[in-house]
């Protein structure tokens, strides 16, 4: 299975400002994710990133807000533009390799813990 | 439209007992199942999965049965222990699709 590595681990931010937060992989994967995860909440998509293209949205999700990038196939960031209490949330990153075995099997970083004040 | 639906949203269970987490699904493109278990501060951790193929899968006290015609499937934890006290997460996803749809989580506290 694929070890993720996120940083930050967690961030207390004032509002206006921006957060970049890195995912790093330790072997090759053809598919990254970014999710979000409110307090006792589901996970939701926010897009998945593409390796030397633009990342693919989800319905309520935009570049302006979110820019993803995806320079290789280890690594990822993502950016949290102009900050709101709003934003405050725990934000995962995830893998998935469709050219290993176990192509179907997901995982998940340890997560960043983001609060806006 | 959310297309996988879990519940109960939250369980408690004695030390021992069985622990029971139903999904049920709409999309039949959906052909991988899987759980995840997740502990506060940390990401969510694959724990058990099944294809449609089979109607039952278990790893130690980890069991997953799977009803292809109802589009049903549950987690049943055997032998509860407070260990397991953590948010479960079922999900779906097809070989085809990158991306996987989750339920909306059950927090299961065993009481000691």
């Known amino acids: 299975s694929a070890v993720i590595s996120q940083k930050p681990s967690r961030d207390i931010c004032q509002r206006g400002t921006s957060l970049t937060i890195q995912c790093q992989v330790d072997s090759q994967v053809t598919m990254m994710f970014w999710y979000r995860q409110q307090p006792g909440q589901s996970l939701t998509l926010i897009a998945t990133a593409n390796q030397g293209s633009e990342a693919t949205y989800e319905s309520g999700f935009v570049i302006d807000k979110f820019p993803i990038s995806r320079p290789n196939l280890t690594f990822s960031t993502l950016t949290v533009s102009n900050m709101s209490p709003e934003d405050s949330s725990i934000y995962l990153c995830s893998v998935r390799d469709l050219t290993s075995a176990d192509y179907n099997e997901q995982f998940f970083g340890p997560g960043t813990r983001l609060t806006v004040l | 439209q959310q297309q996988v639906k879990q519940s109960p949203q939250s369980l408690i269970v004695q030390k021992g007992g069985i622990s029971i987490i139903n999904c049920a699904y709409e999309?039949?493109?959906?052909?991988?199942f899987p759980w995840y278990q997740q502990f506060p501060g940390k990401g969510p951790a694959l724990l058990i999965a099944i294809r449609p193929d089979v109607s039952e899968k278990k790893e130690g006290r980890f069991t997953i049965s799977f009803n292809k015609s109802a589009k049903q499937f549950s987690l049943h934890i055997m032998d509860s222990q407070p260990g397991d006290s953590a948010t479960y997460f079922c999900?779906?996803?097809?070989?085809?699709?990158?991306?996987?749809?989750f339920g909306d989580g059950t927090t299961l506290t065993v009481k000691p």
């Open positions: 999900a779906a996803s097809s070989s085809w699709a990158g991306k996987s749809t």
């Open positions: 999309n039949t493109a959906f052909d991988y």
